[in-house]
């Protein structure tokens, strides 16, 4: 095989430090924080990973290239950055769901390929895993579109500075890059000196007096505003504004809401919280408040229509409107935009030169985890997802890290209410069923190098039959989330909506526009929406873990109860995993507001 032979070295240059590119790449990766590297082994990469335990790393090994994927996004989400290493054609062409669901939601993932020689690549060799043409770059074409850079090692450039700068990319874009290494570029010599000066992110060009005029009339509409709001988005989590963000909110004390990605970027304990602002899906006084926003502030905006409500996430049509993206190229005044402004710099001085506070303005929100059905007197019922999510917010704990699916549990999760310093992850933009799973495990594996206690994942059966190999991975790294799979039957969220989104005469335009809606498909009773139901609490034994997992069923208010309130439950000391059964036919009151609401758009 071509790995075994195309090994060469280049002598042509002199060094003061020679090192081998591989070795250049992993200490790099080590210096900018990770630890751990995603990723399945084969042929074209297998040199390169022996390069990986001598810089410090750890190689995890996952069981798929897309769980691999998956994995490195979560891992991510908590460390910051994140890679994975796959090998090329088969490998990449498998990994790239997750990397595009890493793009989408602004993720930085380092995704490295090996690949055939340079000189089989100039060729056109046709190598295995290859499309039979000689075609070796249509796989990086592809990365092009789901990556913000893309570099083949082909020593047409300085390698070592073509890594610096590709790493520099990741971290300032906030999203996948790719590059593919050359199975004889694996011992290319570069220079080792270049290691002793640290990856730095360059500092940003602002326009300093633009920044403090604009600063000045941002004021001026804050104490003129009579009903003010914020909105805080995932962009203020990606872009490392949080801390400064809550100073501000703190300050303020006006009402703020997040948006359904946003989740976690506010200390939801501060009395300005109100919860989360989602269009139509969020409750009748969040709904009724935005009707008369005049001031409206939108921090690390995304704009989706799952992220929005279906784009019904604004305020009243006259209301003023700033807004920072989550692109971090400046700010946006009722839609003009100011480029050269660091949106971190306008935050403080925000901060820094109010004195006088926002008017405040009292409202009573339901997206608290506030619910009556919490102290419900039948403990024996089923459980309901109006009891569990307002239950849960009772049993998390300060610093947890808090892994939703998309579906019934992402929604769910907007009524809880978070302790200080959660981390919360889900995809609610890219939506790939089958995410949360293989994101558990990366995002346990950076909690447990940050020292962080709780991993904690919920997740639907339907979901977790789609990556649940990775209960494998976690067992085999000593991982220890604490796992509940909803147990129902099958895909909850695309039955819920025939009934009450069904054509009539009154909504004929809420079908025209059906590609927008991808989870609101239908089939309550159709086959295709049931699953074989597993039994979960089997895996732990099948996947070699009986001596270091518990698992547990639960059916009624009571067992659930019995079980958060146990102490020894929530001590993370063994992978726990819990089957949590409902009925088909319940869903989160934010599922049935969506669907309402957009019934109502008829």
């Not at 090192?19 to 790099?28: N, Q, S």
């Not at 990766?29 to 084969?42: D, F, N």
């Not at 909105?231 to 809401?257: A, M």
């Not at 307002?390 to 699916?405: C, F, K, M």
């Amino acid at each position: 095989l071509e790995f075994l032979v195309m090994t060469g070295t280049d002598s042509s240059q002199e060094f003061h430090e020679p090192v081998d590119l591989a070795e250049y790449l992993f200490a790099r990766l080590r210096q900018i924080g990770v630890q751990s590297v995603h990723g399945v082994p084969g042929d074209f990469n297998l040199l390169a990973l022996d390069y990986i335990q001598p810089a410090g790393l750890k190689w995890v090994g996952n069981c798929n290239e897309l769980n691999a994927g998956y994995a490195a996004d979560g891992y991510a989400r908590v460390k910051g950055i994140a890679a994975v290493v796959t090998k090329c054609g088969v490998g990449e062409l498998s990994i790239v769901n997750a990397i595009a669901g890493a793009y989408s939601e602004y993720v930085p993932v380092i995704h490295i390929v090996g690949t055939p020689s340079t000189i089989a690549r100039k060729d056109n060799v046709v190598s295995h895993h290859t499309l039979s043409n000689g075609d070796h770059r249509v796989f990086e074409m592809i990365a092009q579109q789901i990556t913000c850079a893309t570099v083949v090692m082909d020593g047409s450039r300085e390698p070592a500075k073509l890594i610096d700068e590709v790493i520099v990319k990741c971290l300032v874009e906030s999203r996948p890059v790719y590059i593919a290494l050359p199975i004889d570029m694996v011992r290319q010599k570069v220079e080792g000196t270049r290691l002793k000066t640290l990856i730095s992110v360059p500092a940003p060009q602002i326009d300093e007096a633009n920044e403090q005029r604009l600063t000045q009339i941002i004021l001026g509409y804050l104490e003129t505003a009579s009903t003010p709001a914020i909105l805080v988005d995932v962009g203020t989590i990606r872009r490392r504004l949080v801390e400064d963000v809550n100073v501000l909110v703190d300050k303020l004390q006006i009402p703020t809401f997040v948006t359904p990605i946003g989740k976690g970027a506010i200390n939801e304990s501060l009395a300005c919280f109100k919860g989360v602002y989602a269009g139509r899906s969020s409750d009748t006084p969040t709904l009724d408040y935005f009707k008369s926003v005049d001031f409206f502030i939108h921090i690390g905006s995304i704009k989706s229509d799952s992220t929005t409500g279906w784009f019904e996430s604004k305020p009243a049509v006259l209301a003023t409107t700033v807004e920072f993206p989550i692109e971090n190229n400046g700010i946006r005044i009722n839609g003009s935009l100011f480029s050269n402004i660091q949106p971190l710099a306008l935050l403080r001085k925000l901060s820094d030169q109010l004195k006088v506070p926002a008017p405040t303005v009292g409202i009573e929100t339901t997206s608290r985890g506030v619910s009556a059905g919490i102290n419900d007197k039948e403990p024996t019922l089923a459980i309901k997802h109006n009891w569990l999510w307002p239950r849960v917010s009772q049993w998390l704990e300060e610093g947890d890290i808090v892994i939703t699916e998309t579906g019934t549990a992402n929604y769910g999760i907007r009524e809880t209410v978070f302790p200080l310093k959660t981390k919360a992850i889900c995809q609610p933009l890219w939506s790939s069923i089958g995410y949360a799973a293989a994101a558990c495990q990366g995002a346990a594996l950076a909690g447990r190098e940050l020292g962080l206690k709780r991993t904690i994942l919920f997740t639907g059966e339907g979901s977790f039959q789609l990556s649940g190999q990775e209960l494998s991975t976690m067992i085999r790294h000593e991982l220890d989330p604490i796992i509940f799979i909803i147990c129902n039957g099958g895909y909850t969220t695309e039955r819920k909506t025939i009934s009450l989104i069904a054509p009539t005469h009154g909504a004929p335009h809420l079908f025209q526009h059906a590609d927008l809606l991808p989870g609101f498909i239908h089939g309550m009773d159709a086959k295709y929406n049931d699953i074989q139901c597993w039994k979960y609490t089997d895996l732990c034994n099948v996947y070699g873990g009986l001596d270091c997992c518990k698992t547990y069923q639960v059916k009624t208010r009571s067992q659930l109860e019995k079980l958060l309130s146990d102490p020894d439950f929530a001590i993370t000391n063994c992978l726990r995993l819990v089957e949590v059964h409902m009925k088909q036919d319940d869903a989160p009151i934010g599922l049935l507001n969506t669907v309402l609401g957009l019934s109502d758009r008829g």
